[in-house]
């Protein structure tokens, strides 16, 4: 099996991977498939069609990182239609809360140097943020079969229970008890990673120390004038997003 990590940046992609490497015993990628671009074990999209013909998916797990959008071109196709096709190709794709997403980029951006407050920031860079946020999930929520979906809010409130799901999603089991997954999942029993400063442990519902009515206001006429809900609203049903998780109006309690 090959398991595509495809959440929208900021949106809890390295906990999930973390999740999955609990789970998985994932084999390593040849270097020629490679993303270069990225640090991450990520598959380059003009090579990903080469990799599934070329390895035998019954037999081993594999992992890639990516945040493709589920329109990318590849040679002969778009990408989604293309993976699509393959019964042994999982593509998991996260939300969160889009205000707590952006702010958690400024905080992403700060440590490769951005020096401007967050009102300077969000007008300026923020706004493309959130553009691209909607045209990834409206992309893949388009597609024949929208991939598994996990929410940021939920893994917070449960991990065990959010991985149990995807675990059924693709026929797999484990035994294992859930105070054991969701010590694994707590960053701070490595000290390491909770004093990284690479790894921000993201707060639900910070957007509320950040944004402020124009800027909440200027999202939610984009969510509108996009048809956001309209257009993502079923996918997010099927998997359990709760409407009010991505409200901007108040923290989730």
Partial sequence: MLVINNGYGKSGTTWIQRGLRYYFSFRGLDAGFQNPKLANTSIAPDKILSFIDQTD????????????????????DR??????TF???????SIRNIGDSTVSWYHHQKRDGEARDFADWFWDVGVGFTHRYMSHHM?????????????????????YTAFAAFLAHVGRAD????????????????????????????????????????MAAHIVQRFEDRRFYEKCGAYFERFGVNRADLALSEAPS
């Fill in 139 to 159: 992309s893949w929520a388009s597609t024949a079969a929208p991939p598994f979906l996990f929410s940021y809010e939920a893994l917070k409130r449960d991990p």
């Fill in 79 to 84: 990408l989604a239609q293309a993976l699509l």
């Fill in 57 to 76: 998916l019954q037999r081993n797990d594999y992992y890639s990182k990516s945040h493709w959008a589920a329109n990318v071109p590849l040679s002969d």
């Fill in 175 to 214: 035994d294992r008890p859930a105070e054991a997954f969701n010590h694994h999942m707590d960053f701070r029993v490595n000290k390491s990673e909770a004093n990284s400063r690479h790894m921000r442990k993201g707060i639900v519902g910070d957007r509320v120390n950040y944004l402020t009515p124009d």
């Fill in 87 to 93: 019964p042994s190709v999982v593509v998991i794709n």
